[in-house]
């Protein structure tokens, strides 16, 4: 039976099942292709040693505490992320809360005083890019000097490129989010390495969709949530099965204009969802939202998405 994943915040002392861990250590918003690669290092590693092996991440993000507001579109807010580092087979994931004095903090304050004598880590895995400290003064070849005088191995790895698709861009969250608020979640799922997903509690709603023919699981999104407003062809996975459906996220002009709400037909289904947790993945873009001019209009429109859905998820 594998070990429970393990989730700590702000530990004092190394976590219990996360003694002497090889640590991945970054952001890791989306956990792409680029994050993988370095988690793919750390597992190794800590392979090698006999290690647990786990992500070091930061919560909030940090350019939403730089910014003094919500700036950053989360790929995957804290639940999301634990949910995909378990799949990754990580054994748990260290958060440490960031804020404005987190940020001032000397370089040689978090080696020393987190990575060495909070967590007693016995390795970290960087990207080629990671920064931290005040002023960002730590780089890569400080964390290998820390590591030697602080008796930790250091790991750094290159950047990781689009070369599935032939382009030299690095693999980034920024790439993954403007694919995403244009709706091509293809692209972002060839930047992932996954189907981008999110995961919420379905709410009431107004039940106005069980009316129409189409009942919907309805999940309020992270409000940094800038996905383009428009239907998809999606998967649904409930109570361990996964099931395809149908899914509008946006405001429903044809009705309230509302706030943003993803609502979510399931096929084939029939059964009570109400604050059950869901993970939803979009595997296609069907089209924009739009406004009707009738509800007949509507509902055609509709029972055609549903059909391009299914089209869609064939081979899922």
Aim: aromatic share 8%; net charge neutral.
């Amino acid at each position: 039976m594998a070990s429970p994943f393990i989730v700590a915040r702000d530990p004092e002392a190394p976590p219990a099942g996360l003694e002497g861990a090889v640590v991945a250590i970054g952001n890791f918003d989306g956990l792409h292709r680029g994050h993988r690669g370095v988690v793919a290092r750390a597992q190794a590693l800590a392979k090698k040693l006999g290690k647990p092996c786990a992500l070091l991440t930061f919560e909030p993000h940090p350019a939403d505490i730089f910014a003094g507001r919500p700036v950053i579109f989360r790929l995957t807010p804290p639940q999301a992320k634990a949910a995909q580092a378990a799949r990754l087979g990580l054994d748990g994931m260290i958060v440490l809360s960031f804020n404005r004095d987190f940020a001032a903090r000397p370089a040689v304050n978090f080696t020393q005083e987190i990575l060495a004598r909070r967590l007693g880590v016995s390795a970290v895995v960087a990207g080629y890019d990671f920064r931290f400290g005040a002023g960002r003064a730590g780089d890569a070849d400080f964390l290998r000097a820390e590591g030697a005088r602080l008796g930790f191995a250091v790991e750094i790895v290159d950047r990781i490129t689009q070369d599935e698709e032939g382009s030299l861009d690095a693999v980034s969250s920024t790439a993954t989010r403007e694919a995403l608020e244009k709706g091509d979640v293809a692209l972002a799922r060839r930047l992932l390495g996954h189907p981008y997903f999110v995961r919420g509690l379905v709410r009431h709603g107004d039940k106005r969709g069980r009316l129409l023919g189409f009942p919907t699981a309805n999940i309020a999104l992270d409000p940094s949530n800038r996905l383009r407003h428009g239907i998809y062809a999606v998967t649904m996975a409930v109570d361990g099965v996964l099931r395809d459906g149908v899914a509008n996220f946006g405001r429903r002009p044809t009705f309230d204009n509302g706030p943003p709400l993803l609502e979510v037909f399931v096929f084939d289904f029939s059964g009570d969802l109400y604050g059950k947790e869901v993970e939803v993945a979009f595997h296609g873009f069907i089209r924009g939202e739009e406004k009707f001019d009738s509800v007949e209009a509507l509902i055609a429109q509709m029972e055609d998405d549903s059909a391009k859905a299914r089209e869609m998820l064939k081979g899922w």
